[in-house]
Nanobody, 122 residues
């Protein structure tokens, strides 16, 4: 079992940056593949990024490639998502996830945080 708590969301303007954090507790953090998903109002949940246990391998959705960077600090049991050049279409609730496979499929991830809201104004 692992508990995930996101933080760092908020209201920003287009072009701004924001960094999300996800603090994990419970089972050993570095035994999990970690990732981020998001869900905008009226839309399905979508994959954003995933990162391997070591942090050396990352995978991004095409819509955020080059703007977002996922990283992790296994010593601090924390996952990050650095979001640069934010766009209004990035507005969503962002969820931290943990699982055993580096995948873009939501049902692969066993553990989900409660989400943090990101609002990007134009």
């Amino acid at each position: 079992q692992v508990q995930l708590i996101e933080s760092g969301g908020g209201l920003v303007q287009a072009g701004d940056s924001l960094r999300l954090s996800c603090a994990a507790s419970g089972r050993t953090f570095n035994s999990f593949i970690m990732g981020w998903f998001r869900q905008a109002p009226g839309k399905e949940r979508e994959f954003v990024a995933a990162i391997s246990k070591s942090g050396l391998i990352t995978n991004y959705a095409e819509s955020v490639q080059g703007r977002f960077t996922a990283s992790r600090d296994n010593a601090k049991n924390t996952l990050y998502l650095q979001m640069n050049t934010l766009k209004p279409e990035d507005t969503a609730v962002y969820y931290c996830v943990a699982g055993s496979s580096l995948s873009r499929r939501a049902n692969i991830y066993d553990y989900w945080g409660q989400g943090t809201q990101v609002l990007v104004s134009s």
